[in-house]
Structures are given as C-alpha cells and as structure tokens.
C-alpha cells in the first residue's frame, strides 16, 4: 500500500512537515509495511527537511484550471508515486483539480480555520464529495466536519528525551534556569517571545537560524518553562508531552488559524491519545 500526504502549507512555519513527520511515525508504531511519501514545497528553514519528503513546486494555475492542473509538478509527481490513499493536510485548493485524475482514496486533514476555508476559495467551491473522510484534529465547530480525532502529535511521551538531553546538547550550565522559546513564524516574533526574560536564561530555537533542533517537541520536557506562540502543534505538543503547565504561549494572528480560540477552547480538552496513531490504525486496517 502507498500513502501519500501533500500540504501546500510551510511560508510561515513548520508546522505542517512536523504533522506529515508525526504520521510517518505513527505508521511505523502501528507496524505499517507499505510506503509513506510526503509532498510539497521545499521548507523555508534550514534544519527542516524529511527524509521521505518529494519537493513540488504548487502553481497558482492548479488553483484555477483543470487543463493546467494535469500539468503541474504537483499533478505529475502523484501520479508516478501512484498512491493508494492520498491524505491532505488543510490546504484542499490545489489538489481539487488533480484528485479526479489520480482514482484513489483521500482524506482531508482538518484544524481549526474559519468557515470560509471550507466553502470555496477566488476560483473553485469546496467540494466534500471529493474525500472519503473529512477529519477534524482538534474539536473545532464546522457543520461539514463530522468525524474527529485527538490532535496530531509528533511524538509520545515514552519516545521523550531525558530531561538532562536538553541540556547537554545546548551545552547549558547545571543549575541555571533555562528558557526555551520556540518559534517558526514570522521573522521578528521570536524576538518578540524572548521580551521580559533574563538574557542569560533564554535558549531560543528560531528555524531560520541553521542548528535549531527539529522537530524539537521531544527536546523540550528538558526546559525550565517554553514560551512560544500558541500554533497547533506547539499548543497540543505541550499538551501531551506534560509541560502545558510551564509553557507561555501568545496568540498570533494567522489567515487561516485562530490561535486565540484555541488558548480558549483547548485547555478544556482531554487528549486520550495521539491522533496520529489513531489515524495509522485507520490505515492498516485498510490493507
């Protein structure tokens, strides 16, 4: 069997690779045997890279034209990788042309967004018929998501650094506090974060700089408290992996994310489990 899993997103974070990254690992904890490919541009960040990652550029006439699509980059690397089920992570504009040309089963992966997101864009209505489920993976309230799932995780807690990894790899004193703030957004808002802190306490992890670690959830039950902005993954990462409590998070304004809801709604919600072996027992129980 062949999954394949296209984001278009990644111009301001990188967040969408890190989610692509958490399902592959998902797929191996469920003992997947099939082939597991990721598509989309090349990240904006030095460090960020997937070893399964095929780079495609996303042409704005894919977005607007059916004859154009089928001759995209896009159009053409999914059809030589031939998959068997395609997942599609927020960002459905640019495959809505190139899914009826590929005859295969696709899922759209869903967060939070505004209603609008899922109607229609400048050139094409959403259509729902075009994926077989549409999965919400955080409990947000949009009359076409009907299916949830807990967030998507990169990585469990028992799969955690020590708490002396941290440290260690950074080099950072014993015995002083130590401050991670972690961004991957706009250029400036890291620095924004490291506002009212000691400098001599602060580590930051800023993806623009070549060395920052990547993906960096598994680093951090080694810090002292995390400031970052409240993104998806950064916001359920500490959920999960047990430092919400020593986190500080700030909203920041996104086009298709509302971070303020979810430092509303999300600290009411119980993960269970890391969605993306949830999804991965979907999978191979499809073969």
């Given at each position: 069997?062949?999954?394949?899993?296209?984001?278009?997103?990644?111009?301001?974070?990188?967040?969408?690779?890190?989610?692509?990254?958490?399902i592959?690992?998902?797929?191996?904890?469920?003992?997947?045997?099939?082939?597991?490919?990721?598509?989309?541009?090349?990240?904006?960040f030095?460090?960020?890279e997937a070893?399964?990652?095929?780079?495609?550029?996303?042409?704005a006439?894919s977005?607007?034209?059916?004859?154009?699509?089928?001759?995209?980059?896009?159009a053409?690397?999914?059809?030589?990788?031939?998959?068997?089920?395609?997942?599609?992570?927020?960002?459905?504009?640019?495959?809505?042309?190139?899914?009826?040309g590929?005859?295969?089963?696709?899922?759209?992966?869903?967060?939070?967004c505004?209603?609008?997101w899922?109607?229609?864009?400048?050139?094409?209505?959403?259509d729902?018929?075009?994926?077989?489920?549409?999965?919400?993976?955080?409990?947000?309230?949009?009359?076409?998501?009907r299916?949830?799932?807990?967030?998507?995780?990169?990585?469990?807690?028992?799969?955690?650094?020590?708490?002396?990894?941290?440290?260690?790899?950074?080099?950072?004193?014993?015995?002083?506090?130590?401050?991670?703030?972690?961004?991957?957004?706009?250029?400036?808002?890291?620095?924004?974060?490291?506002?009212?802190?000691?400098?001599?306490?602060?580590v930051?992890?800023?993806?623009?700089e070549?060395?920052?670690?990547?993906?960096?959830?598994e680093?951090?039950?080694?810090?002292?408290?995390?400031?970052?902005g409240?993104?998806?993954?950064a916001?359920?990462?500490?959920?999960?992996?047990g430092?919400y409590?020593?986190?500080?998070?700030?909203?920041?304004?996104?086009?298709?994310?509302?971070?303020?809801?979810?430092?509303?709604?999300?600290?009411?919600?119980?993960?269970?489990?890391?969605?993306?072996?949830?999804?991965?027992?979907?999978?191979?129980?499809?073969?």
């Amino acid at each position: 069997m062949k999954v394949a899993f296209f984001t278009s997103g990644g111009r301001l974070g990188a967040g969408h690779l890190v989610r692509a990254i958490a399902i592959g690992r998902g797929l191996r904890r469920a003992g997947f045997a099939g082939e597991y490919r990721i598509f989309g541009p090349r990240p904006a960040f030095p460090t960020v890279e997937a070893a399964n990652l095929e780079v495609v550029d996303v042409h704005a006439e894919s977005l607007k034209d059916p004859a154009a699509a089928a001759g995209t980059d896009l159009a053409a690397a999914l059809a030589r990788f031939a998959p068997d089920l395609i997942l599609v992570d927020v960002f459905w504009a640019p495959v809505h042309f190139v899914l009826p040309g590929l005859r295969c089963e696709c899922w759209l992966l869903i967060r939070s967004c505004p209603r609008r997101w899922l109607a229609r864009t400048r050139h094409v209505a959403f259509d729902p018929r075009q994926f077989a489920r549409i999965i919400g993976i955080e409990a947000f309230a949009n009359p076409i998501v009907r299916e949830f799932i807990d967030p998507v995780v990169v990585c469990n807690p028992d799969e955690c650094r020590p708490r002396s990894a941290l440290r260690e790899r950074l080099g950072f004193p014993p015995g002083r506090r130590l401050v991670m703030v972690v961004q991957a957004g706009r250029r400036g808002e890291c620095e924004k974060l490291c506002e009212g802190f000691a400098p001599d306490e602060i580590v930051t992890s800023n993806l623009y700089e070549p060395g920052a670690l990547f993906p960096i959830a598994e680093w951090l039950p080694g810090a002292d408290a995390i400031v970052c902005g409240a993104g998806y993954n950064a916001f359920w990462e500490s959920r999960w992996l047990g430092y919400y409590e020593r986190t500080r998070f700030t909203a920041f304004d996104r086009d298709i994310d509302d971070q303020a809801w979810r430092l509303r709604a999300g600290p009411t919600h119980v993960m269970r489990e890391n969605g993306a072996d949830v999804l991965a027992r979907w999978i191979v129980g499809r073969v």
